[in-house]
């Protein structure tokens, strides 16, 4: 039955003009990254820390030093995550990206993993952990061009942008966050354009990424979901194909069947 829904997803990926891969928490569960609403996730396991990620947003608008205070003095609730790897759903995604296949990556994730697997175009919707963004001019920084601890210690939170000198916060986005225009603007234009969506990972309840999928559709792409449980994409019949289980399992095996179809027609 699931090699049946593999054969057929990679038929329909071979045979798509522009796919893009929807990516969420899930496809990194396997590189020991929790996820947020699986059975382990992390609002599974504490509401409270739900509560209080709904807050965040509001507390670096208000009080940007308090907000830096508290993210500094919190390990993060992904665990360090500049010692995580790649694991085979990113490398999987990656390669039919180099096949030709998978145009463009569009990741809640903030790991940044589907970029040290080697995807290239990857748009990170909701940010990426080691980076800083500034909400005023859009400007970002990798994280290690501030000292952010010589900050807290000499009381000079929170860091402030090069360009325009307003309060930077951390390149996520948090609970109530727009997403930042540039990347809305680019996620947009990829779902508009694309045929096929591959959708991974993710329970497709945040918005407005899980909108995303839902444009695809309208316009009638193909939709094909590799989740380890039913989401509302599959209950509403969003999915044209559902196949359920590990990411980290069933893409390298839809990457495998995708290249021999591909090896095959280069040899006709
Ligand atoms: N293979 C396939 N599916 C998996 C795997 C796996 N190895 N591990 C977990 N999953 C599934 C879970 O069953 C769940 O349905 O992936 C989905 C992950 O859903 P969420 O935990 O809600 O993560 P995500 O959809 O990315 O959340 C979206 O919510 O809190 C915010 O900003 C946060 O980006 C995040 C957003
Ligand atoms: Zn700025």
């Not at 709904?54 to 830096?68: M, N, V």
């Not at 790897?85 to 993993?113: F, R």
């Not at 509403?236 to 590990?246: A, R």
């Amino acid at each position: 039955m699931q090699e049946d829904l593999v054969e057929e997803a990679a038929r329909l990926l071979a045979a798509s003009r522009y796919a893009v891969a929807l990516t969420g928490a899930g496809v990194s569960t396997e590189s020991g990254i929790p996820d947020f609403r699986g059975p382990s996730g992390i609002w599974t396991r504490s509401p409270e820390a739900e509560r209080r990620a709904y807050r965040t947003y509001q507390l670096f608008l208000t009080d940007p030093k308090r907000y830096w205070e508290e993210r500094l003095s919190r390990p993060s609730l992904l665990g360090d995550l500049s010692k995580a790897q790649p694991n085979p759903s990113h490398y999987a995604l990656a390669k039919l990206e180099k096949l030709g296949v998978i145009k463009c990556v569009i990741t809640q994730n903030i790991d940044a993993l589907h970029l040290k697997a080697g995807s290239v175009n990857v748009i990170e919707y909701h940010g990426n952990a080691f980076k800083l963004r500034c909400p005023h001019c859009n400007a970002r920084y990798n994280v290690e061009e501030y000292d952010l601890e010589g900050l807290k210690q000499r009381g000079e939170l929170p860091p402030r942008c090069r360009r325009c000198g307003s309060p930077l916060k951390a390149d996520v986005v948090h609970f109530n966050e727009p997403i930042p225009q540039d990347v809305m603007l680019r996620s947009l234009q990829e779902v508009y354009r694309c045929d096929l969506a591959l959708i991974c990972g993710t329970s497709a309840v945040v918005y407005p990424f899980a909108e995303l999928p839902r444009i695809a559709w309208r316009r009638g792409a193909i939709i094909i979901e590799v989740n380890l449980e039913p989401t509302p994409l599959t209950l509403e019949g969003i999915s044209t194909i559902f196949i359920q289980g590990k990411t980290g399992e069933i893409l390298p095996k839809i990457a495998d069947k995708v290249e021999e179809i591909v090896e095959k027609k280069r040899r006709s």
